[in-house]
């Protein structure tokens, strides 16, 4: 009853993280700003944002951290902190549809790695909604790949974007088993906003002056993609192992690719219709998988 209960919690509120987190290609594209200043200024604005109730209701807890902990937190950060600089960067390079794709490869790593560094047992049945939310996602790839609008740097940077985004989920889920959301999240995003920072001046990236209007999406893309899609993520993590939550991710094809069509009139194809459709059955099948075994809650 208590783990039906924990379920009905946790399935709603990544739901909500995945909607969030599909702004993020969106708030990126309509940015003229470098990348390297956006993924710094969505880090610093929401590691502010994050600051006034983390120290307000884990004051305590944040004296009592670890060196590993403060360690792991930083590494985290860091790992966050390449994985929103290759992404944004590869949106220079591609379109939002192929970059997202690739970054979406995450879950097989996540899988493979996370039965050996944390132990957790994957169903069967699982396996096959991850294959068949994969098989969606080549199918929504070809058209950029038939239409050319892809490039090798893009895909380099968003493949890069795939492997930091795993070492994130793996790490967070480490240390969301003993520290609590804000406290993690606080050092994760300190951490990464301090590293693009450090590179901004070491890079001699100006990080100003920028118009109102480029302030206001950087604000954008700390409340939504971040606050209330990463950080969701994270609490996620302290719930339900780290594979679930990273097939969870592969939803943002779709509403990413929604998105780009409402906001950037980049019109889908028939394959990334296609593709879509068995996303979201993959999705489908490894949400029931774990919700009638014992996978879901750990």
């Not at 956006?38 to 307000?56: D, E, S």
């Not at 902190?81 to 590869?90: L, T």
């Not at 070492?167 to 994760?188: C, D, E, F, K, M």
């Amino acid at each position: 009853m208590q783990q039906d209960k924990q379920t009905s919690y946790v399935i709603p509120a990544l739901m909500v993280a995945v909607i969030a987190v599909s702004f993020s290609a969106v708030l990126v594209r309509l940015s003229a700003a470098p990348p390297l200043v956006i993924a710094a200024y969505r880090l610093l604005f929401t590691t502010v944002l994050l600051a006034p109730p983390a120290f307000y209701y884990h004051k305590e807890e944040l004296k009592r951290l670890t060196g590993r902990d403060i360690f792991l937190s930083v590494l985290s950060g860091i790992f966050l902190a390449v994985h929103f600089f290759s992404w944004i960067a590869s949106l220079q390079y591609t379109t939002v549809a192929a970059s997202v794709l690739i970054v979406s490869l995450h879950p097989i790593i996540v899988a493979l790695l996370g039965r050996y560094l944390l132990g957790e047992k994957i169903e069967g049945a699982y396996w096959f909604g991850l294959v068949l939310a994969i098989l969606g996602i080549g199918v929504m790839g070809v058209g950029d790949l038939l239409a050319g609008a892809g490039s090798w740097p893009g895909g380099l940077l968003a493949l890069l974007g795939a492997v930091t985004m795993a070492a994130y989920l793996l790490v967070g889920r480490t240390l969301r088993q003993s520290i609590s959301t804000l406290t993690y999240t606080l050092w994760v995003y300190g951490s990464a906003a301090s590293a693009l920072l450090v590179v901004s001046f070491l890079t001699s990236t100006p990080l100003y002056p920028f118009s109102g209007r480029e302030y206001i999406l950087f604000l954008s893309m700390a409340l939504v993609p971040t606050i209330m899609g990463h950080t969701v993520l994270n609490w996620a993590l302290g719930k339900v192992p780290t594979y679930y939550v990273s097939l969870a991710v592969l939803g943002e094809p779709v509403g990413a690719g929604l998105l780009a069509l409402l906001i950037l009139k980049e019109t889908p194809g028939i394959s990334q219709l296609m593709g879509g459709v068995l996303i979201l059955l993959g999705l489908y099948f490894a949400v029931r998988s774990n919700e009638r075994g014992k996978g879901l809650l750990s």
